[in-house]
């Protein structure tokens, strides 16, 4: 993605926080500009969709008392653009001051908003204090590759780390907590938790693990990095089917937790791991 791309974005620039409904802040990025170079291209390459969760969220009542809700929201891989994620929380801070008749009007409008500036369908859901208690942690499931004792240099995306063995064929789910990038703006680091199910030709574990962890130099949004670990792998091991998972900690009040898979009927888990 070049400069110039992010150069009007508000992320890394000092901000003056409207507490008034503003869509104008909202910032889309063209999904094509991070998938230019991949070797796949969606659909019918893979399904997906980014999944964010807005944990500081408020808006007044016709009566002036505020009111709290933590939000999901479901952006579809095949929408054209992705939203910066500074602007998305300038966007959510302009409820703040802002009356709105009640919870189904704020989701209408939420989506509304989000759709348009996605190019795509946008699924907004809302949860009441009173349903806070329902929020669950979990972790996600597979086989734990990080005791693996490994040797490791590379800290750049390097898919001639991957290997597979064709003689084998394995369905299996595998897991790490070690996934870092890093922002392309302001370079911050972005902690991440990764499932990876498939089948096909048996993975080895510890050349996965190794191509995971060379993500920790790189420069990149989540969306982008879930669909380069999901191309790379389709590329370099050629499995029969293949989903990338990925739940990223929070900053600014919002999470990102992008899935991309062969499967169109996969069903992201969306209890809260310990770190988020």
């Known amino acids: 993605m070049s400069d110039s791309t992010l150069l009007h974005a508000p992320l890394g620039k000092e901000t003056r926080y409207a507490d008034h409904y503003d869509p104008a802040l909202l910032f889309p990025i063209a999904r094509e500009a991070g998938r230019a170079h991949l070797s796949l291209q969606p659909p019918p390459a893979w399904y997906g969709a980014d999944i964010w969760n807005a944990y500081e969220l408020s808006w007044l009542n016709p009566k002036g008392k505020p009111q709290v809700a933590l939000a999901r929201f479901g952006f579809p891989a095949s929408s054209t653009h992705i939203i910066e994620s500074k ?107 990764l499932q990876i199910e498939y089948t096909g030709a048996a993975i080895d574990h510890a050349s996965l693990l190794k191509y995971i962890i060379s993500y920790r130099g790189h420069n990149g949004f989540h969306e982008q990095c879930v669909e380069q670990i999901f191309c790379d792998i389709m590329q370099r091991c050629a499995p029969e089917t293949l989903t990338v998972y990925a739940r990223y900690t929070r900053r600014g009040g919002l999470d990102i937790n992008p899935w991309r898979s062969t499967q169109a009927d996969f069903i992201a888990p969306d209890a809260r791991n310990a770190r988020q």
């Open 87 to 193: 602007s998305f929380k300038l966007y959510l801070n302009s409820f703040n001051q802002t009356p709105m008749h009640d919870s189904d009007a704020v989701r209408a409008c939420m989506q509304q908003d989000l759709s348009a500036a996605a190019g795509g369908p946008v699924e907004v859901t809302l949860f009441a204090p009173t349903n806070f208690a329902d929020q669950t942690l979990g972790e996600l499931e597979g086989t734990l590759l990080d005791t693996l004792d490994i040797d490791i240099t590379i800290y750049a995306p390097d898919a001639g780390l991957l290997q597979a063995d064709p003689t084998q064929s394995r369905h299996e789910t595998l897991r790490t907590n070690l996934l870092k990038s890093n922002c392309p703006v302001t370079a911050q680091p972005d902690w991440g938790s």
